[in-house]
């Protein structure tokens, strides 16, 4: 799958729905799923180093010559959490270390302790 290196903190907003977009100096042709990733930067209240979850990208909109709005569809999906060395642009991460485990028909118990068990130990 293809991959994006977020800040963590901005990663954070994505998780939890605030972020529907990605602003980048440079285009890209990928549509479809991009796997989230944090960067290793230690910023308090986040999980560095790790991939997250996945978005689908929908449109990229032009806003200047080295300005684009990466546009995020709405199905988007948190994956078992794995450690990620980042990099720069899209990069390929194998499908294989992928596991998208909680879905919409869980209940509310089950969300918080799988939250418990994959989110809460990598926060710093």
């Given amino acids: 799958m293809k ?4 800040r963590s903190d901005y990663v954070i ?5 605030e972020k529907t977009s990605e602003f980048r100096s440079w285009n890209t042709k ?3 799923d991009l796997l989230i990733c944090s960067t290793a930067q230690r910023i308090p209240g986040t999980m560095p ?16 010559p080295k300005s684009f709005e990466w546009k995020f569809g ?12 980042g990099r720069q642009h899209l990069f ?6 992928i596991i998208k485990d909680n ?8 969300s918080e302790a799988w939250i418990k068990k994959y989110w809460d130990p990598l926060y710093v």
């Fill in 3 to 6: 991959a994006l290196s977020i």
């Fill in 13 to 17: 907003d994505i998780l939890t729905g």
């Fill in 30 to 32: 990928h549509r479809g």
């Fill in 49 to 64: 180093g790790h991939a997250l979850c996945f978005v689908q990208i929908v449109d990229v909109i032009p806003l200047g």
């Fill in 74 to 85: 709405q199905d988007g999906y948190y994956i078992r959490p794995f450690p990620v060395k």
């Fill in 92 to 97: 390929n991460v194998d499908d294989d270390l």
């Fill in 103 to 110: 879905g919409d028909d869980e209940t509310t118990e089950e």
